[in-house]
């Protein structure tokens, strides 16, 4: 098999692709023959040394990758139900850059009706988290605001489409002019765009009583006002701090990431609790052993799919050789949508 192996942290060209021994399922386990496997922003983290969950359970060597489309290679005992050669996607922590993986049955789904294997293989990871964030984190309820930055991307994308599915006012944020209509097209009421519009102003012109939810990525860039923004028992749900990232050059820039940590807000349960506003954060990693919530969330986002709730993301495509391009193109901040490899 071939997979993309970092032996240590650094920049794109610690982006390697070996030849490895296939693996091998063991009881209840599934091998999936991959085709595609998605590219998220947490990868290149893992490629620069951040990511801790990937220090905690593997350290390096490392393959990342999240999630995969493909075909049922081989079965563990206890993992029968599936038929060999059925099309399936399904989401690992880490491992999904190569052309075989294994995992876990219950994190292996069959492929759902009206996707194509490469829109597959950009859906698992993105909209779980999505998914966590709206449905298990928040009980979303119809008529609320909410407010998600990085509206086109993959997480910002899905979310927009469950707050919507889910009967609230959504509005997006984006930073560039050709990102606003593909937030319109995920289902934002509102587009907000940074490159012409004054954010802040423009969402107190549109939640003039605050939001009820804000979804924000971006770390100290937005969260302070974010916070700000939240209306009275308002939540600001965090999964993540992409402004502390380079856009170039694929390592972290050491000087900035010390003033930035330093200049990110710290929450006082006082504060909280007189704003009467909450904070929430998750990391999706962190959540593999809760195996029910896994199946329960994919079988509510698959429905959605099949009843024609939900879209594919736009994908772009990229083969297994030119990892370091789809690592050099998400980390710039211009995508739209779902980067995918080829493999």
Known sequence: ??????HGPGSYDKLRIEEHPDPVPGPGEVLVDVDHAGVNYADCIVRMGLYESAKKYVGWPITPGFEVSGRVSALGAGAGDLELGAPVFGVTRFGGYATKVVMPRHQVFGLPKGFSPAEAAGFPAVYMTAYYALCELVRLRPGMNVLVHSAAGGVGGALLQIAK?????????????HKVDAARALGADAVIDKSRDNL????????PEGYD???????VETLGESYRHLASAGRLVIYGFHTMMPRK?????????????????????????NDNKSVLAFNLSYLFHKSELLREGMERLVGWIEQGRIKAPPVTMFPLDRVA???RAIESGTTVGKLVLAV
């Not at 939810?213 to 770390?219: E, M, Q, R």
């Not at 972290?252 to 006082?268: E, Y």
């Open 213 to 219: 939810v804000v979804l924000d990525a971006n770390g």
């Open 325 to 327: 391009d789809a690592h």
């Open 1 to 6: 098999m071939r997979k993309v192996v970092i």
């Open 249 to 273: 050059g694929g390592k972290p820039d050491w000087i900035k990431l010390a003033l930035d940590f330093v200049r990110t807000p710290r929450f006082s349960p006082l504060a909280l609790t």
């Open 165 to 177: 599915i889910e009967g609230c006012r959504v509005v997006g944020v984006v930073g560039a002019s």
């Open 200 to 207: 802040w102003k423009t969402a107190e012109r549109l939640a």
